[in-house]
């Protein structure tokens, strides 16, 4: 008794401590979200390139020198990326804000027919949601208008994110410098008492976030350059600014190439009225699909255990909710370690009495071939007793 309830205050105890680690971490992103934007991107970059850097290591060089190699060809690579795709999607940003009050015109008068029918069809009168809709576009068009000049004119913003990228390759090169000695250093700090059990959780979530990370954002980074040319090639107005939109939405599968589509097929009806090429620009999208799932994602991805489209949906929604941009970068580390340690929780309950039962909480199995094995074994014990009794008399 006196056992049990020791265990009992030493549970409680870690979970009591465990539970105000977690707070203080929640309270330090929140006190400092204004400047964790570098340092996350440094350690998500960090994360990225350490299997290339480990590999240069096997393969006789430096860790310093592996690191700055592989740190400046990607850097470079992503400095040469940007300089040719943000003067392009500048462009078609700010013509889309031009050409914004036009096109829904052009909606509005190709949809005014069939809102008309509906409203016959239904017995509306003229004050009516439909005919409202028709009769505030203008504060819709000024609206959207102002929204897509309010992005157009981010280049404050723009500007604040080029101080991140001053400080991130920083960040970076220090924490791919360290990483043998602060994974060594993270190793010492777990428990004793239940650091196979942690080492076996980080483990999984590894997996998981190198499944997606490493492989579902190669492949949304790949069908964003796939779209974005294809459709530029195409002559679809936009196309660049939409395929790699697509792309980037591509992270949550089947989301950027549905969104990008339906937004695609809008604009190749608008532009041309031509169904042949409505059917083209459909096309293109329908191939990249063709292109990711036999190619792009067994290649990139495998079979590596990854994370559920509707809950990475949910954990980006709601670190943007909660953390803003920084709650988004977190968000998906943050979806990995809270499904393994679910999945390993809902283990442990069953194997748990709340969930066989207090019968049978001394047994892991509870069928009936358990309790025929316990009847044979104690009918045993029973005769080999009766036989040393009778021996013993004799």
Request: proline share 4%; glycine share 10%; net charge positive.
């Amino acid at each position: 008794m006196t056992e049990h309830k020791y265990t009992h205050i030493h549970f409680r105890q870690q979970m009591m401590f465990w539970g105000l680690a977690f707070a203080g971490l929640l309270a330090f992103v929140w006190l400092f979200k204004s400047i964790l934007l570098p340092f996350i991107l440094g350690v998500a970059v960090a994360y990225l390139l350490n299997p290339v850097v480990c590999r240069l290591g096997q393969a006789g060089y430096r860790r310093k020198v592996a690191v700055f190699i592989i740190l400046f060809g990607f850097f470079v690579l992503v400095a040469a990326a940007l300089a040719f795709i943000v003067p392009v999607l500048f462009h078609e940003i700010k013509g889309l804000v031009d050409d914004l009050p036009a096109l829904i015109n052009k909606m509005q008068a190709m949809a005014s027919p069939y809102l008309a029918r509906l409203q016959s069809v239904i017995g509306q009168d003229s004050n009516g949601p439909l005919s409202l809709m028709g009769q505030n576009s203008d504060a819709a068009v000024g609206a959207a208008k102002a929204l897509l000049t309010g992005l157009k004119g981010g280049g404050t913003a723009l500007t604040n994110f080029i101080s991140v990228i001053v400080v991130m390759p920083i960040v970076a090169f220090f924490i791919l410098l360290e990483w043998p000695k602060l994974t060594q250093w993270s190793t010492d700090l777990l428990p004793r008492q239940h650091m196979d059990t942690i080492l076996d959780l980080l483990k999984k979530i590894d997996t998981k976030l190198a499944g997606f990370v490493r492989g579902q954002i190669t492949v949304a980074v790949l069908l964003g350059v796939i779209y974005a040319l294809a459709l530029s090639v195409a002559g679809l107005k936009y196309g660049f600014l939409i395929g790699i939109l697509s792309g980037l939405f591509s992270i949550i599968p089947m989301v950027g190439s549905t969104l990008g589509l339906l937004v695609s097929v809008i604009v190749a009806y608008l532009q041309s009225g031509d169904m042949m090429y409505v059917a083209l620009i459909g096309g293109i999208f329908i191939a990249g699909q063709i292109i990711e799932g036999n190619f792009l994602t067994p290649k990139l991805v495998g079979n590596s255990v990854g994370l559920h489209p509707l809950w990475v949906f949910f954990a980006l929604m709601a670190g943007g909710a909660l953390f803003g941009i920084v709650g988004m970068l977190i968000a998906v580390p943050v979806a990995a370690v809270v499904s393994v340690i679910v999945g390993f929780l809902l283990e442990q309950y069953k194997k748990s009495p709340y969930y066989l039962g207090h019968a049978g909480a001394g047994t892991r199995n509870n069928g009936p071939d358990s309790t025929k094995k316990t009847k044979s074994s104690k009918s045993n014990k029973s005769n080999k007793s009766d036989k040393k009794s009778n021996k013993s008399k004799k």
